[in-house]
Structures are given as structure tokens and as C-alpha cells.
């Protein structure tokens, strides 16, 4: 069976992908499990541009086909921050209720109504010898001014779905898996791996 690498070193984002990616024909392999220990720096402008640095820089190191993400969180009231800063948001060991607390802060003053956004993910799969492929997903929901919810990690806890009344960080694993941005992402790339016919977009 072929190998796949997942190309993270943030546990619950391989588990996420892990579960998400759990049945298609590969065997799923992490960074660890290679002995890859090599950060990447996210120096692209978007998304896109991150999840294809990591993709096909972990490929060439580990000379297997790799999947990478890049995801974010996009807030309308700071005019889309953080977006691709993300994890870096706060600063570059900012622990996640950092990057939270530094979020809300920085809409402290500006009316909650504002407070929409939107969690976005790119998968990019590099296989060595072939043109990186790329998949998109989203979820709409709105920042809460309390944290709720202990399943997630990141920004889930203060990003709510309005139509339920719950947060990322409440849902169990089963419902996140099916409404998360990483969810989308991951379902259109694990129908490509499988031959299924996909829009890539």
C-alpha cells in the first residue's frame, strides 16, 4: 500500500486529518513517524500559496506523496485578520488561549454584530513528479466573547455556529467532521485519492 504523509506537527490537526483521511487506499504516516522534525516557514500571502510550500517541501524531504494544510480564521470586523497569521497571530509561542485572548482583545470596542467570519483550509497534495493539487473548504459562523466548549483547538472555542448555538470546540468529533472547513478540504482530497471525480475548488 502506498504511503501518504501528513504534514503537521499540530496533534489535533493530524488527528483531524487522520480520521478525516482514515479510508482511503494509503497508509497514513506522519512527520514523526519519518523522523521529519523540519519546520517550514509560512511565508506566503495566502493560503494557497502555504499549503503548497509545506506540501512539496515535506515531499522532497521525505520523498513520499504529502498532504499539507493551511487554515485560518477570517474575521469581518479586522477587515479578514487574522487570516493566514493564524497561528502566529499572537506571536510565535502563543499558546491557543493567547491567541484567543490577543482575538478578543483586538474586537474589544467594535459592536458584536460585526463579529461574522469564517474558518478557511487548503489542502495541497505534492506527489513527486506531478503537479500539486489543491483543495478548498469553508464553514460560515460568528466570534462569541466567552470561550465555550473543550473538543478543538485554535480559535474553535470562540467560533460559534450561529444556526445551533454552538461552538467549534463543542461539537463532538462525528458533527465537526462533518461541517468543518477542514472537513470539506479533506473529503474533496480523499475522493481524488480514491478516482472519484472531484471539483477541486
Known amino acids: 500500500m502506498p504511503r501518504l504523509l501528513i504534514a503537521t506537527h499540530n496533534r489535533g490537526k493530524l488527528r483531524e486529518l487522520t480520521e478525516l ?9 506522519s512527520l514523526g513517524d519519518l523522523g521529519i522534525h523540519h519546520d517550514v516557514d509560512e511565508t506566503g500571502s495566502t493560503f494557497e500559496e502555504n499549503a503548497t510550500l509545506k506540501a512539496e517541501t515535506y515531499c522532497e524531504l521525505a520523498g513520499v506523496m504529502t498532504l499539507a494544510d493551511d487554515s485560518g480564521l477570517e474575521v469581518d470586523a479586522l477587515g479578514g485578520e487574522p487570516g493566514v497569521r493564524s497561528a502566529r497571530y499572537a506571536g510565535p509561542d502563543a499558546t491557543d488561549a493567547d491567541r484567543v485572548e490577543f482575538l478578543l482583545g483586538n474586537l474589544a470596542g467594535t459592536d458584536p454584530e460585526t ?18 493539487a489543491l483543495y478548498s473548504g469553508s464553514c460560515q459562523g460568528r466570534i462569541v466573547s466567552d470561550p465555550r466548549g473543550e473538543n478543538g483547538f485554535g480559535y474553535d472555542p470562540v467560533f460559534e455556529f450561529p444556526e445551533i448555538g454552538l461552538t467549534m470546540a463543542e461539537l463532538s468529533n ?13 473529503q474533496k482530497a480523499a475522493r481524488s485519492l480514491r478516482g472519484e471525480p472531484v471539483s477541486i475548488q
Request: with cysteine.
Open 21 to 29: 483521511m482514515g479510508d482511503i487506499p494509503y497508509e497514513l504516516v
Open 115 to 132: 463579529w461574522s467570519a469564517r474558518f478557511r483550509c487548503v489542502i495541497a497534495i505534492a506527489n513527486p513528479g506531478c503537479p500539486t
Open 174 to 186: 462525528e458533527r465537526k467532521n462533518s461541517v468543518s472547513h477542514r472537513a470539506e478540504a479533506a
